[in-house]
């Protein structure tokens, strides 16, 4: 099956007291090709502020040759990738 991975931002404010605030927070979907499926950043309230969706389309040999990127809903960006193979 496919992973997710947490990635932590961090605001360090300079002072006595070296506090420190979550400023975002992603999380990262996998497939189980290790390709990216999904990353969603919220905001240090938790809110969702941008979530960004892959689809992708693969050969025979389970290399992806065609991914559509997807930002809030909307497509942003098609990719195609000719791979060729020697014996």
Do not use: A, C, H
């Not at 400023?23 to 990353?39: I, N, Q, V």
């Amino acid at each position: 099956d496919g992973k997710i991975v947490e990635e932590r931002e961090y605001t360090y404010l300079m002072s006595t007291e070296g506090r420190s605030y979550l400023s975002s927070k992603r999380l990262y979907s996998y497939d189980d090709k290790d390709s990216l499926l999904e990353k969603k950043t919220f905001n240090s309230n938790g809110v969702n502020t941008d979530t960004i969706l892959y689809k992708y389309v693969y050969d025979i040999n389970d290399n992806w040759i065609g991914k559509k990127e997807y930002r809030n809903g909307f497509p942003k960006q098609i990719t195609e990738r000719e791979i060729g193979y020697f014996d």
